[in-house]
């Protein structure tokens, strides 16, 4: 602030002084007029300008002071200090519901960069060496370990670059560098990551996962982009026994134009998720997205729960044709051993990896895909309606690799 009015002030002497340098020759061109022609000027001997002639003692113009022209200066720095006070004083004005501009899609190179930056690391000294020995196997090594690609299949994936590696007579370090990357492409290309949709009932998808993964948001993000792919959606509070989660559900379903059916708390979790899909069948609905608790804080086991809410959800006029699992990105391996309970219980159709914009540990991609076998769906790459993503493994490999 003070450097802007510090530079406003100069401005603003400097433009006084400016102004009385530029009137100054009009005033002294005015009183030089004579009343025939002038004799020339003298040219300068050097040949630069002629000097300028001496202007009329008694026609003097009138210079403003020192103290006028800081003066002058003060008003105007005051002006302006008062014209910056009322613009931070003015009220913000938020666009009305629905004017909000259309925000982009994220994108996995704009969005994963601690896990770019993690193995941009390891690469760069990889592809420094000028063969290919020892210390560059070690160090990819440790990469995809601290990665979070996990023991098993970082071994399972080394012992098959290596197995390329003398196959293919690969030299270079440039070589081996683009022989891992296509390898991982090819590793995460066999899944079939589309999302299920069978026309003629409302179609239930059950998303599942412990407390704090990101359910909720991932459900309102699907809700948002379900809706606009042009379908309808009615969001059930599948969680009720966490009141802030079917708060929270309600927010999300207010923000994205979608139905939502919720239950008293502590109460059935399959009766709330079998209204809404009654309410689902009578009005049509498409999709009924069910948020499902991730904790009990009763006696009762969340797996058998699940299983429950589960048979009741596919009973007609339902159809559950996904069961998403949830798994957060920054809790890499330990992640995934809660993970594999909930798809030992119900059966886990496609895995939604959230906050993966959040972490270095990038490789969990490649051990969700090797120890669970069940294909990435879908992506969160922020918490916003807009960021999430569908899996893309080449775009995402590209990214990681940038
Ligand atoms: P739930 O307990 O599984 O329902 O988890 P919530 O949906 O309440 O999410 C827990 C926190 O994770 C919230 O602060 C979310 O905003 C945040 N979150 C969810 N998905 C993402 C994501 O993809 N990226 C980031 N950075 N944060 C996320």
Same mark, same amino acid.
């Given at each position: 602030?003070?450097?802007?009015? /510090? ?18 020759? *009009? ?60 613009? *931070? ?9 629905? $004017? ?12 994963? /960069? ?12 990889? *592809? ?8 560059? +196997?070690?160090? @990819? ?8 690609? /996990? ?28 022989? @891992? ?13 589309? @999302? ?8 239930? +998808? ?23 792919? %042009? ?20 927010? +999300? ?29 009578? *009005? ?33 006029? %339902? ?12 809790? /890499? ?10 798809? $030992?219980?119900?059966?886990?159709? %496609? ?6 914009? %959040? ?44």
């Amino acid at each position: 602030m003070e450097i802007v009015l /510090g530079l406003l002030a100069v401005l603003v002497v400097s433009g006084l002084v400016a102004a009385f340098i530029a009137a100054r020759p *009009r005033r002294r061109n005015a009183e030089l007029e004579p009343p025939s022609a002038p004799p020339l000027p003298p040219k300068a001997e050097n040949g630069s300008a002629p000097a300028a002639p001496k202007p009329a003692k008694a026609r003097r113009p009138q210079i403003p002071s020192e103290e006028e022209l800081a003066r002058q200066a003060a008003e105007v720095v005051a002006e302006a200090e008062a014209v910056l006070a009322g613009a *931070r004083e003015a009220p913000v004005i938020e666009p009305e519901p629905g $004017e909000a501009p259309a925000a982009l899609k994220p994108r996995f190179r704009d969005r994963i /960069g601690k896990a770019r930056g993690l193995l941009a690391g390891y690469l760069g000294s990889v *592809r420094s060496r000028t063969k290919i020995d020892d210390e560059s +196997w070690e160090e @990819l090594e440790e990469a995809l370990i601290r990665a979070d690609v /996990g023991i098993t299949a970082t071994t399972a994936l080394l012992d098959q670059l290596r197995a390329q590696v003398k196959a293919e007579g690969i030299q270079t370090s440039e070589a081996l560098v683009d022989a @891992l990357k296509d390898n991982l492409k090819k590793r995460l290309s066999i899944a079939d990551r589309t @999302l299920r949709i069978e026309p003629g009932q409302p179609n239930v +998808w059950l998303f599942v996962g412990v407390n704090g993964v990101g359910k909720t948001t991932t459900i309102g993000k699907v809700g948002h982009l379900q809706i606009a792919e %042009g379908r309808t959606v009615i969001m059930a509070a599948g969680d009720t026994f966490r009141a802030a989660a079917a708060e929270q559900l309600e927010l +999300w379903s207010k923000r994205v134009g979608a139905t939502l059916v919720r239950g008293n708390e502590g109460g059935d979790p399959g009766a709330v998720v079998f209204d809404a899909v009654e309410r689902a069948a009578a *009005r049509q609905t498409d999709l009924v997205l069910a948020d499902t608790a991730g904790r009990l804080h009763t006696k009762v086991n969340l797996m058998e729960e699940l299983k429950k809410v589960r048979r009741v959800a596919d009973k007609p006029p %339902g159809k559950v044709t996904e069961v998403l699992l949830v798994i957060d990105a920054t809790t /890499g391996q330990n992640g995934l051993v809660q993970a594999k309970q909930f798809t $030992e219980a119900v059966e886990v159709t %496609g895995v939604v990896l959230t906050k993966l914009d %959040g972490t270095a540990k990038g490789g969990i991609v490649l051990a969700i895909q090797n120890d669970l076998g069940i294909p990435i769906k879908l992506v969160g790459l922020g918490e916003t309606a807009d960021d999430l993503v569908p899996f893309d493994p080449d775009e995402f490999i590209d990214a990681l690799f940038a």
